[in-house]
């Protein structure tokens, strides 16, 4: 089923059941449900940014109406942040509708991230599920609370097969050097095809060409794909699975039920064939950075952060960025340790596990860079860096004013989240000191930036259209 049927027929059961209040937390997998909820005149709809709060903002809109209401989340940590009000609420069999929004059958248990079992992880704290999106003709036969669970198919269904002499067209890169044999170093280092070398790694490619997951999702060609390492942060090999054979190599691999892509041996990899695929084309307008935008700031900071930091990037956008970065020929020194969250891909934790690694080796300098929804959802452990951190912790926040990441996703004015204050006041009720001047982020722990997400917005919708920008530009200056 499409997503279009799935969501109309979730909001024919929503009113079925007489449930015209809906709480959301927004994200990838459900943005498509929101928008067409935001769009209907007949729900009131809240945007709420901590999953936490969403089922005990239903039990308290039933506790005083005893009217139904819904809440939606994406998939992976989203969902497992609703347990403490669910078990809360089991035992009251309260009116609440959850709704997660989650990958279809073929995507799950194949290690990509948030795809884990949403039934079992909320099995023990709602009385009903489904995957029906019917389930308002149903509903006798559930009890509150209700968990729907709705499987989006990804939106590229033709499946290409290539054969397996095909040269490969593509290399990701995600392990460090110390982690690979000898012999696939020698194999990696005579690659001359496109790689995009994500920012966990160290291995260097002297021989290939960089190409972004922008620029690749721009032409969306049928690929042979080699991942070596980690799952990747790029989401290119994500949407475009059905598309390309994918090959994946990893030392001391132990596999987990299925997986994204065909697990193949280090005597299978080094007689892989691979060429420069002359179809794929870079594009130089994602090397061209708009000044004050999301992505110039974020090269600015690359350039300031001294040899043998420690550098913890941050789901969602800041990641991107830097990925992005690492492939259009950004200065990354070597020397610097770099540290992300990906396995769930979610925002939670994110200070916490900073301050971990601060802590390990508080001589050092650690900096985080984050958004600011993610700080604000985390903001709370600003008293553990206030009692345990030193001045060698920083966090570097990119200042949109409202999730801009969700921009990707659906328009911009149903997805974000806008607001307009800065963090200057709850830095000074924890005794940190404070500024957005970047040049002075070596005497401060907090440093904020005030990020143009016109000029970021614009950046990434010139990389996707390519030349039908530029001559959109064009023609707007004539």
């Given at each position: 089923?499409?997503?279009?049927?799935?969501?109309?027929?979730?909001?024919?059961?929503?009113?079925?059941?007489?449930?015209?209040?809906?709480?959301?937390?927004?994200?990838?997998?459900?943005?498509?449900?929101?928008?067409?909820?935001?769009?209907?005149?007949?729900?009131?709809?809240?945007?709420?940014?901590?999953?936490?709060?969403?089922?005990?903002?239903?039990?308290?809109?039933?506790?005083?109406?005893?009217?139904?209401?819904?809440?939606?989340?994406?998939?992976?940590?989203?969902?497992?942040?609703?347990?403490?009000?669910?078990?809360?609420?089991?035992?009251?069999?309260?009116?609440?509708?959850?709704?997660?929004?989650?990958?279809?059958?073929?995507?799950?248990?194949?290690?990509?991230?948030?795809?884990?079992?949403?039934?079992?992880?909320?099995?023990?704290?709602?009385?009903?599920?489904?995957?029906?999106?019917?389930?308002?003709?149903?509903?006798?036969?559930?009890?509150?609370?209700?968990?729907?669970?709705?499987?989006?198919?990804?939106?590229?269904?033709?499946?290409?097969?290539?054969?397996?002499?095909?040269?490969?067209?593509?290399?990701?890169?995600?392990?460090?050097?110390?982690?690979?044999?000898?012999?696939?170093?020698?194999?990696?280092?005579?690659?001359?095809?496109?790689?995009?070398?994500?920012?966990?790694?160290?291995?260097?490619?002297?021989?290939?060409q960089n190409i972004t997951d922008l620029e690749l999702m721009s032409q969306m060609q049928p690929l042979n794909i080699l991942s070596i390492g980690d799952i990747?942060?790029?989401?290119?090999?994500?949407?475009?699975?059905?598309?390309?054979?994918?090959?994946?190599?990893?030392?001391?691999?132990?596999?987990?039920?299925?997986?994204?892509?065909?697990?193949?041996?280090?005597?299978?990899?080094?007689?892989?064939?691979?060429?420069?695929?002359?179809?794929?084309?870079?594009?130089?307008?994602?090397?061209?950075?708009?000044?004050?935008?999301?992505?110039?700031?974020?090269?600015?900071?690359?350039?300031?952060?001294?040899?043998?930091?420690?550098?913890?990037?941050?789901?969602?956008?800041?990641?991107?960025?830097?990925?992005?970065?690492?492939?259009?020929?950004?200065?990354?020194?070597?020397?610097?340790?770099?540290?992300?969250?990906?396995?769930?891909?979610?925002?939670?934790?994110?200070?916490?596990?900073?301050?971990?690694?601060?802590?390990?080796?508080?001589?050092?300098?650690?900096?985080?860079?984050?958004?600011?929804?993610?700080?604000?959802?985390?903001?709370?452990?600003?008293?553990?860096?206030?009692?345990?951190?030193?001045?060698?912790?920083?966090?570097?926040?990119?200042?949109?004013?409202?999730?801009?990441?969700?921009?990707?996703?659906?328009?911009?004015?149903?997805?974000?989240?806008?607001?307009?204050?800065?963090?200057?006041?709850?830095?000074?009720?924890?005794?940190?000191?404070?500024?957005?001047?970047?040049?002075?982020?070596?005497?401060?722990?907090?440093?904020?930036?005030?990020?143009?997400?016109?000029?970021?917005?614009?950046?990434?919708?010139?990389?996707?259209?390519?030349?039908?920008?530029?001559?959109?530009?064009?023609?707007?200056?004539?």
């Amino acid at each position: 089923m499409i997503s279009k049927d799935i969501n109309q027929d979730c909001i024919n059961s929503l009113k079925d059941l007489g449930c015209s209040t809906v709480f959301y937390s927004p994200g990838g997998q459900n943005a498509s449900l929101i928008e067409v909820i935001k769009k209907n005149n007949y729900f009131k709809a809240y945007n709420i940014l901590d999953e936490r709060s969403l089922p005990f903002l239903c039990l308290g809109f039933y506790k005083k109406t005893n009217l139904p209401s819904a809440l939606i989340t994406t998939s992976g940590s989203a969902v497992l942040n609703l347990i403490p009000g669910l078990a809360e609420a089991k035992n009251l069999y309260p009116k609440i509708i959850l709704i997660t929004c989650d990958r279809c059958h073929s995507e799950v248990r194949k290690q990509c991230p948030q795809t884990i079992n949403h039934q079992e992880s909320l099995k023990l704290f709602s009385h009903s599920y489904t995957e029906n999106p019917n389930f308002g003709t149903t509903t006798n036969s559930y009890s509150y609370p209700l968990h729907v669970n709705l499987r989006y198919k990804n939106t590229s269904n033709d499946t290409i097969h290539s054969s397996s002499n095909d040269p490969l067209d593509l290399l990701i890169l995600n392990e460090k050097q110390h982690n690979t044999d000898s012999e696939v170093l020698n194999w990696i280092k005579s690659y001359n095809g496109y790689v995009i070398n994500e920012i966990y790694s160290d291995i260097q490619t002297p021989s290939a060409q960089n190409i972004t997951d922008l620029e690749l999702m721009s032409q969306m060609q049928p690929l042979n794909i080699l991942s070596i390492g980690d799952i990747p942060t790029s989401s290119y090999w994500r949407r475009a699975q059905s598309k390309n054979k994918i090959y994946r190599y990893q030392k001391n691999f132990k596999k987990l039920g299925h997986v994204y892509a065909k697990q193949i041996k280090k005597e299978e990899l080094i007689n892989l064939k691979f060429k420069l695929n002359k179809s794929l084309k870079p594009n130089n307008n994602s090397r061209i950075f708009p000044r004050n935008s999301e992505i110039a700031i974020c090269s600015d900071i690359l350039k300031l952060i001294p040899n043998h930091s420690n550098l913890i990037v941050a789901n969602s956008s800041p990641i991107r960025w830097f990925n992005h970065l690492k492939n259009t020929g950004s200065l990354f020194k070597d020397n610097i340790n770099i540290y992300c969250n990906r396995n769930i891909n979610g925002i939670d934790g994110l200070i916490s596990t900073a301050i971990g690694i601060h802590l390990s080796d508080s001589q050092k300098l650690t900096y985080l860079i984050i958004g600011d929804q993610s700080f604000l959802y985390n903001i709370n452990c600003l008293e553990i860096v206030a009692n345990y951190a030193n001045h060698n912790f920083k966090i570097i926040i990119l200042q949109n004013f409202g999730g801009g990441i969700f921009t990707n996703f659906t328009s911009k004015e149903i997805s974000n989240r806008k607001h307009n204050f800065t963090f200057q006041q709850v830095s000074q009720n924890f005794q940190l000191n404070y500024t957005q001047n970047l040049v002075d982020f070596e005497n401060n722990q907090i440093i904020e930036l005030i990020c143009n997400n016109e000029q970021t917005y614009s950046f990434v919708q010139k990389i996707k259209q390519g030349e039908k920008y530029d001559n959109l530009e064009k023609h707007k200056r004539i």
